[in-house]
């Protein structure tokens, strides 16, 4: 506990502290009796405190059981106790030397010794085989509904500026293996504002309708006669008649597959301002056994023919309900 | 004029408890207790025992945060029905206390019971009262230990087996009893076994009217639940008094209205098990246990004098001279028939909502990265995911529609199979056609029908975005 901001705070809430049950204790213990000065003749059986208000007004005395006091100064030897076991005086750890996030680490490894075995039991198995494992496909839903909905959706089809899983269309690679290290590792893609190099406005424009014309989308062909020899710029990344280079990341121009759309201002955007990417690195943060179920799970949403329609007979049939 | 100078007393604040030995009386009321007291524990110990639908029937299973009672099982989703049932529990304190002053704790409650238990095992192993004052009173012999021991033994086995029958209501108790056997059971449960036995161990052993003269509450606010017309034990002081050994003597006069007064044995004080004397009135440590009234009428009938010197009766009785028939008619005043017709009204709501419950909890969490999106065939797409909790013990098939908006269409699977009391996160997506709705947020309904035979039936709004 070493959040004080003075050495000064610590001693202090000690001493208070130690004081305060010390005190409480002579506080039960002198107020145990009491001494009653009696007038003479007076009865000191009359069961009265001997104080006297406004000339008759007198205090009876009910005892209260004695084992109240005991009670006190257990719950007082208590407290010693546990204060010396955890942390509460001050900055001092307790001699268990409990905190909040061992406790935590604790929970942990309980997780991990109780669900490790099922997560590494598929980390052996090849990812087309833990495709096809109705239990695996479960645990990956589960997984990319927890980790990966936020950005690509709840049904993966993504949004604009985060791809679409369930298509062939892929930026780095749609083979198990590298579904597999774009969770593992990440991915940044960058791609630099083009405006500049292009020339004016004018220019990006017919390169904007140049592109699109890679796809047979609607354009204006003069104005993409006039882009193609501009497209030379883009070729260094994007691929002679952009077809893509995925070890760049660089997606291909010639379908009608567009990450932040497809229209030609969507397009002259893009090109001006450039796209920066992010797709966070999930090695540490979810370790490989989870991650590999998680490729096997979103490469098979590109990779059967009805994929909700198969997954869902898939799982009546493992759960043995009538059909 | 001489004058003693003034002296100083030291009074204590504290005192040492008096060890209070209850004399044995039988009676009409004694009987009642002991019938209270076979129907209270017979149920206590007795239920984890039964069976329903292949698990035990009242469970409490914290760790799969399921309560079991027999036919219904009840998920975190329903703790309104506790407070439900908290709130009737304090409506029916309130109204037995109104009518008939504190029976909870003179017949029902546990800290009575299981005294009375515990003193039961007391009497047969350290004998009838006189014999237990004399055995406290003596030296230390082997007799005296073995009795000693005896009994803290029998103690501390009731206690332990309260202690199983406790935690056998929060863990299988079949399972339990087996772990037991083999002495394998988890820290947790051994904590529990141990810690609420000798909690039982010590209320009832040791502690006894302690915990209802100084630590439970019910006693300092019952001035708050009586009223003049509320039946309490009284000593009816016009009768009794004055009290002296020599009203015996005239106990049989045949006169109805001067039945025997007061003699003075102090029966009534040696059979109270809070040691409080009944004739001082009503007091806050009286638990209604009636001991008292079954003494008295046990001495008058000895002496031949009428019972119901202690009796039960009201204040107004008491002072009016009421009868027993004008007693009983004005048991329903205004107070009770309030009560009655709260507690039947919640009770009634209770039960309603119980029997009426589906077994099918659906949520609708929209996708948010999203507002909408075109896809093919110019419709408009939201996606959605559905919470959907089976909450039966059985397997069963839903259907999935969705209405709203003119030709509004799901696109994914409607049929959707959950396992007994599985929970499953389903991702929906859900069209319409171009033109249909208006822009901008449209009111729809999802509805999950089971299709299996049961009438489950969930409807669920949610909200589908067309971007404008």
Redo the contacts between chains.
């Keep these: 506990m070493a959040d004080f901001t003075d050495g000064f705070w610590s001693p202090f809430i000690a001493i208070l502290t130690i004081l305060g049950m010390l005190g409480c204790g002579l506080l039960l213990w002198m ?11 007076k009865d ?1 059986s009359d069961n009265t ?2 104080h006297t208000w406004d000339e008759d007004l007198g205090e009876l ?1 009910n ?7 005991w009670l006190f100064y257990l719950s007082i030897a208590f407290s010693g106790v546990y204060l010396a076991l955890y942390p509460g005086l001050g900055a001092f750890a307790g001699k268990l030397g409990w905190k909040s996030t061992g406790a935590y680490q604790e929970e942990l490894k309980q997780a991990d010794a109780a669900y490790g075995p099922l997560f590494n039991q598929y980390l052996q198995e090849d990812l087309k085989i833990v495709a096809a494992d109705p239990q695996a496909h479960g645990i990956g ?2 997984l990319f ?1 927890t980790y990966c ?7 993966a ?1 993504g ?2 500026g ?1 791809p679409n899983l369930t298509d062939q269309d892929w930026l780095y690679g749609g083979t198990p293996e590298i579904i597999k290290t774009t969770i593992m590792q990440g991915r940044h893609g960058v791609m630099p504002p083009m405006g500049a190099i292009l020339g004016s406005d004018k220019d990006v424009e017919a390169v904007a309708h140049y592109v699109r014309s890679l796809s047979d989308s609607t354009h204006d062909p003069i104005k993409a006669v006039f882009g193609k020899p501009k497209f030379a710029a883009c070729m260094a990344c994007h691929g002679a008649g952009g077809v893509g280079n995925q070890a760049l990341g660089a997606p291909k121009l010639s379908d009608k597959i567009w990450l932040y759309g497809g229209s030609a201002e969507t397009i002259m955007e893009t090109i001006n301002k450039g796209r920066d990417n992010t797709m966070p690195a999930f090695k540490d943060f979810l370790g490989e056994p989870k991650v590999h179920l998680l490729a096997a799970y979103v490469w098979s949403l590109s990779n059967r023919a009805d994929s ?2 198969a997954v ?1 007979a898939t ?2 049939l493992a ?4 059909q | 004029m001489s004058e003693s100078a003034p002296h100083i007393a030291i009074v204590k604040m504290y005192q040492a408890r008096q060890q209070i030995y209850p004399r044995d009386v039988n009676g009409r009321y004694a009987s009642l207790r002991w019938l209270c007291v076979w129907l209270t524990q017979l149920m206590f110990y007795g239920l984890p025992w039964l069976n329903w639908n292949g698990r035990q029937a009242v469970l409490f299973d914290l760790a799969a945060r399921k309560f079991y009672l027999f036919g219904v099982v009840l998920w975190p989703q329903d703790f309104i029905y506790l407070a439900a049932l908290l709130i009737i529990c304090a409506f029916a304190l309130f109204l037995f206390t109104a009518v008939a002053g504190r029976v909870w704790c003179g017949y029902a409650c546990p800290q009575t019971v299981y005294t009375k238990i515990f003193l039961w095992i007391e009497r047969k192993i350290e004998g009838p009262r006189s014999a237990r004052m004399r055995l406290d009173r003596q030296p230390w012999s082997v007799v005296k230990l073995l009795r000693k021991s005896g009994k803290h033994l029998a103690w501390g086995a009731l206690g332990l087996w309260t202690g199983f029958t406790f935690v056998g209501y929060f863990t299988p108790v079949h399972q339990l009893a087996r772990e037991v056997s083999v002495l394998g059971l988890g820290p947790w449960q051994w904590f529990w076994i141990l810690f609420y036995g000798f909690a039982t161990y010590g209320n009832a052993g040791w502690m006894r009217e302690q915990v209802c003269k100084y630590m439970c509450p019910y006693a300092r606010f019952q001035s708050a639940m009586f009223d003049r017309d509320s039946l309490i034990i009284t000593y009816d002081a016009e009768r009794g008094e004055p009290r002296a050994a020599s009203n015996a003597a005239t106990a049989t006069s045949s006169s109805a209205s001067s039945a025997a007064a007061c003699i003075d044995c102090s029966m009534c004080v040696q059979a109270c098990p809070t040691g409080i004397d009944i004739r001082a009135g009503l007091q806050y440590m009286c638990i209604g246990c009636a001991a008292c009234i079954d003494a008295c009428n046990m001495v008058m009938d000895k002496i031949g004098g009428r019972r119901g010197l202690v009796r039960y009766a009201t204040e107004n009785a008491i002072a009016g001279g009421l009868s027993k028939a004008q007693i009983w008619r004005r048991i329903w005043r205004p107070r009770v028939l309030i009560y009655s017709a709260v507690m039947l009204a919640l009770v009634t709501v209770l039960l309603t909502s119980l029997g009426m419950r589906v077994a099918l909890k659906v949520d609708v969490i929209r996708d948010r990265g999203s507002m909408g999106r075109e896809v093919e065939n110019d419709m408009i797409e939201n996606v959605y995911r559905l919470q959907m909790i089976n909450t039966d013990e059985t397997a069963h098939r839903y259907r999935i529609s969705v209405s709203g908006v003119d030709g509004i269409v799901l696109a994914t699977t409607d049929q959707v199979t959950l396992a007994a009391t599985e929970t499953r996160l389903v991702p929906v997506r859900v069209r319409t056609p171009h033109g249909a709705g208006r822009g901008g947020s449209n009111r729809i309904v999802f509805e999950v029908q089971a299709i299996d035979g049961s009438t489950s039936r969930v409807r669920e709004k949610a909200a589908f975005f067309i971007p404008r």
Aim: with cysteine.
């Design positions: 107020q145990a009796t009491t001494k009653v000065k009696l007038e003479p003749g000191p405190t001997g005395n005892p209260l059981p004695r084992w109240w006091m839903e589960r509904l909905a936020q950005c690509h959706g709840s049904d089809r949004n604009k985060y909700t329609a869902a799982i009546t759960a043995g309900a009538p």
